[in-house]
């Protein structure tokens, strides 16, 4: 199950939340490598601003960002909710193939807040553009991988773990 959903929240309600995460004074927290597994290769930093995790909301944009994309993706229960930032390199640079969680009954969803040519590759070489109000649905146990930025600054996702 893999399905993308382009232009997914109507304009103004995409604005409001980018701008929230846009702001200089949205606070990002810095993570030393992009993925959990430690007995692959260190795959690079990334920064994250954790909403949602271990059945507890983690910040006061939790509401504001998650209530309009709960209205469209309608869940039943959250189980992770982060939003990440990698930073623009000279080269794309990957994290391991990775699946969110190991539970076929867990959907993983990520939304685009910007346009990049920083893609997301799944292990059977489907390439889902990185771009703008764009959100991305699969089973969380599908193997995938980010990419890094080359032609802009930072590529910011909302990366989402929902039982349906």
């Keep these: 199950m893999l399905k993308v959903n382009k232009n997914f929240l109507d ?10 995460v846009f702001n200089d004074s949205f606070a990002w927290f810095f993570q030393k490598s992009m993925t959990d597994n430690i007995s692959k290769k ?12 271990n059945d507890e ?7 504001q960002i998650i209530n309009p994309l709960k209205q469209k993706i309608k869940y039943q229960s959250l189980r992770r909710c982060t939003i ?4 623009k390199t000279s080269k794309p640079v990957s994290s391991n193939f990775h699946t969110d969680f190991n539970d ?61």
């Design 11 to 20: 304009k103004n309600t995409f604005n409001e939340i980018k701008e929230i």
């Design 42 to 53: 260190n795959d690079g930093f990334f920064f994250s601003h954790k909403l949602y995790d």
């Design 57 to 63: 909301i983690n910040s006061n944009y939790f509401s």
């Design 84 to 87: 990440n930032l990698l930073t």
């Design 104 to 164: 076929d009954k867990l959907t993983t969803g990520i939304f685009y807040f910007n346009k990049t040519d920083g893609i997301t590759e799944f292990k059977n070489n489907k390439k889902i553009k990185n771009e703008s109000n764009t959100f991305v649905e699969f089973s969380s146990n599908l193997m995938h991988r980010g990419f890094t930025p080359t032609n802009e600054v930072r590529r910011i996702v909302l990366n989402i773990n929902y039982y349906k």
